[in-house]
């Protein structure tokens, strides 16, 4: 009786240290990535813009969509931008709209950087030339999807 008590004691003994080993919060690392981002921009009054781009993260190549970029354009213009991805925790983070941090930078006829956040907390720092005829492209509401 004495030996099956030191068991069930060891054994309560155990689960209770495993247990609190399980609940010490893991810290999450969020990486860093690097894109490169092509986006087009026509109109008058009202604009459409909308690109393409590429993340590269932990050795692989994810290609990107970009949507919404900006509204009350007047001519053409392109730009290519790159720049910087940060607080990623999976290459999936940076499908989201960002705003906020800088979000209305705007790329009109020479070199300029912009900071943008998502919801997941992904911070996107680019920086690009735009060319073209084009009075701003606003990056603030920019959607960013994987393909």
Request: a positive charge.
């Amino acid at each position: 009786m004495n030996s099956l008590f030191r068991v069930i004691k060891l054994t309560a003994i155990s689960l209770i240290a495993i247990g609190a080993l399980a609940a010490v919060p893991t810290e999450s690392r969020a990486q860093s990535g690097t894109v490169s981002l092509h986006i087009v921009k026509a109109g008058f009054i009202v604009g459409v813009g909308g690109g393409s781009g590429i993340l590269h993260y932990e050795g692989h190549r994810y290609r990107l969509s970009i949507g919404g970029v900006g509204i009350g354009s007047l001519g053409v213009a392109a730009v290519n931008l790159r720049g910087t991805a940060s607080n990623l925790r999976t290459a999936a983070d940076i499908a989201g709209t960002y705003g906020g941090g800088g979000a209305g930078a705007t790329f009109v006829g020479g070199g300029q950087v912009a900071r943008l956040q998502n919801e997941k907390g992904v911070i996107l720092e680019l920086h690009g030339v735009q060319v073209g005829l084009q009075v701003s492209i606003g990056l603030a509401g920019m959607t960013v999807a994987l393909k």
